[in-house]
Structure formats: structure tokens, C-alpha cells
């Protein structure tokens, strides 16, 4: 399975603030996935993010509040703008590997004060 | 859209016994992947095993195995010689084998293991 890093582990933040986490991979895939998972909740997709190409956002996660980018095919990043105390989680990327299983990084926990 | 329950939301087991945990899912599709991830307080979602719908027999990994029953959409964790380190959030997930590659997750069981 592919080796996945995530920058910052953790971090507490300012409400009106933005951060943006890094996701890096070993090798290179096609596939990279951001979820989301809110305190005691399981985890939900926020978005699928390809190279070359604008990222696939589900249903109730726009472009404008969580900005992807995907420059390569061994990284991406993560961006949560004009942040609230809502939006305080763990976020997760993960990528899809061999036998169509995807594997995930360590996550980045994130308060918003 | 498929959906996936885990109707436990917290289980409990002495250390060296066996314990199953629960899943079922809902889908119109024919074929699929089904996953279950663990989840320990590190937060690192870590892979335990993987089903492909078109497989009959049942997968297993080490002290790890499922119980798929494809037509009653269920698919069953049974851990045995339950160890400290199984304690974790067990998550149930659900991929389509064509289109959307994302997974569906359940709600997770808590698993406690009593030494």
C-alpha cells in the first residue's frame, strides 16, 4: 500500500481564518479523495481530485469553501476557508491503490476557535 | 444512493474471545467492493479486510473474517482471539465497482476489549 503524509497533524484555528492541509504520497496515483469526519461521526467525501483536472465535489460541498488543488500525481492540498467552529474535524486524503482498495493518510485535526 | 448501517454502536469482548460485528447496506447494483477500516485514537484509518460482491467465498485476513451474505445485503466482521489492540472504531464501507469510485461509510462500531 502507498505511504500517505499529511501536513499539519493537527491545528487550532480563528474562525474567519483559512488553512490549507497537504496531502503526499509515495508513488504516484490517479486517484485522491478528501473526507471529512465531525466529532463522533463517521466519514463523508467531501471531494475526488484528479491531475489535470477541476475536482469533483459531493453534494453540499462547494468549491468556494474547500478549495483543491492537485498539481501532480503525488500531491494535493486541502484548503477550509473563512473557517467556523462548525467546520472542526478530522480531515482525511486517501488514494486509491491496488485491487481497487483505498488507503488513507494519518489525518489533520482541526479546531476552529 | 447506496447507503451502508451498522445497527452497534459500541461492543464489548474479553480479550481471547470472539465478537461479530455487524453491517448491512443498501444498492441496486449487482457489483461492488465492501471494506472494513478500523480506526484506533491514533485516527488512522487502517484497512482490515476486503470483499468483492462477485466472490462467493468469503475473505479472510489472519484472526480477521466476514460473513457476506450478498442477497440478505449483509456483511458481517467476526474478529476471534480478540487482542488489546483490536480496540478501536470498526467502520463498515461501501464502493461501486463502476462510476463513483468514492466510498460510503457506516456510522462505526466502538469495540472494547476487556482484559
Known amino acids: 500500500s502507498a505511504v500517505i503524509s499529511q501536513k499539519p497533524s493537527r491545528d487550532i484555528c480563528q474562525r474567519g481564518t483559512s488553512l490549507t492541509i497537504q496531502c503526499q504520497v509515495d508513488s504516484q496515483v490517479t486517484m485522491m479523495f478528501w473526507y471529512r469526519q465531525q466529532p463522533g461521526q463517521s466519514l463523508t467525501l467531501i471531494a475526488t481530485a484528479n491531475q489535470g483536472s477541476e475536482a469533483t465535489y459531493e453534494s453540499g460541498f462547494v468549491i468556494d469553501k474547500f478549495p483543491i488543488s492537485r498539481p501532480n500525481l503525488t500531491f494535493s492540498t486541502l484548503t477550509v476557508s473563512n473557517m467556523s467552529p462548525e467546520d472542526s474535524s478530522i480531515y482525511l486524503c486517501s488514494v486509491q491503490g491496488a485491487s481497487d482498495t483505498q488507503y488513507f493518510g494519518p489525518g489533520t485535526r482541526l479546531t476552529v476557535l | ?57 468469503n475473505a479472510t485476513e489472519n484472526r480477521f473474517s466476514v460473513n457476506f451474505q450478498k442477497a440478505a445485503k449483509s456483511f458481517s466482521l467476526k474478529i476471534s482471539d480478540s487482542q488489546l489492540g483490536d480496540a478501536a472504531m470498526y467502520f463498515c464501507a461501501y464502493r461501486s465497482a463502476r462510476g463513483a469510485q468514492k466510498l460510503v461509510f457506516g456510522q462505526g462500531t466502538r469495540l472494547t476489549i476487556n482484559p
Open chain 2, 1 to 57: 444512493a447506496q447507503t451502508v448501517t451498522q445497527s452497534q454502536p459500541e461492543m464489548s469482548v474479553q480479550e481471547a474471545e470472539t465478537v461479530t460485528l455487524s453491517c448491512t447496506y443498501d444498492t441496486s447494483e449487482s457489483d461492488y467492493y465492501l471494506f472494513w477500516y478500523k480506526q484506533p485514537p491514533s485516527r488512522q484509518m487502517i484497512l482490515v479486510i476486503r470483499q468483492e460482491a462477485y466472490k462467493q467465498q
